[in-house]
């Protein structure tokens, strides 16, 4: 996720207890510091006011952050040498989501617990495919050159047994 083209988090969105790294190759970067600070906080009080130390990386100077809360996530960068990088007074902000409910971790498992089946209604299902399947193979039986040559043979034993009825043999 890009807040600027010299700082990114990794992943789409920001989670609460999902850590996520934080990547500066901002302008503090170019005097070369001995260390790199993102100072932050929490909404526009800045709650829970914290620092943490970046360390110089192959892409730009990172460290992993967790949040501990969500909705508006405001920092910005220091340097050892008390040089500022807050996006010319403005800030830099990141919305921290809730976790998706459907992922949170319940028994030591990311997924929710599948209720099991009841015996009756898998009996039923079975019952049901098997007819399904049943009923498709006769169709298939039936179709095209079976159907037209068992429909023939019936209609010639109609057509003897109706003159075996009514009309007479010689002697």
Request: glycine letters at 6%; a positive charge; hydrophobic letters at 35%.
């Amino acid at each position: 996720m890009n807040i600027t083209e010299s700082i990114y988090f990794d992943g789409d969105t920001l989670t609460i207890d999902t850590p996520s790294k934080i990547i500066y190759k901002g302008i503090l970067t170019k005097d070369n510091p001995e260390a790199i600070y993102m100072h932050c906080g929490y909404g526009l009080l800045w709650e829970n006011l914290h620092e943490i130390k970046l360390v110089e990386g192959v892409a730009g100077y990172e460290a992993d952050v967790t949040f501990s809360d969500f909705g508006d996530y405001f920092f910005c960068f220091r340097s050892s040498d008390k040089k500022w990088d807050n996006n010319a007074g403005l800030n830099y902000v990141v919305s921290v989501n809730k976790p998706d409910q459907a992922l949170v971790m319940q028994n030591n498992s990311y997924l929710p617990e599948v209720p099991k089946l009841k015996t009756g209604y898998l009996v039923k299902k079975k019952i049901k495919v098997a007819f399904y399947r049943t009923i498709s193979t006769i169709a298939k039986l039936f179709s095209g050159e079976i159907l037209k040559n068992w429909l023939h043979t019936l209609r010639e034993k109609r057509k003897e047994s109706w003159k075996d009825k009514w009309i007479e043999k010689p002697s």
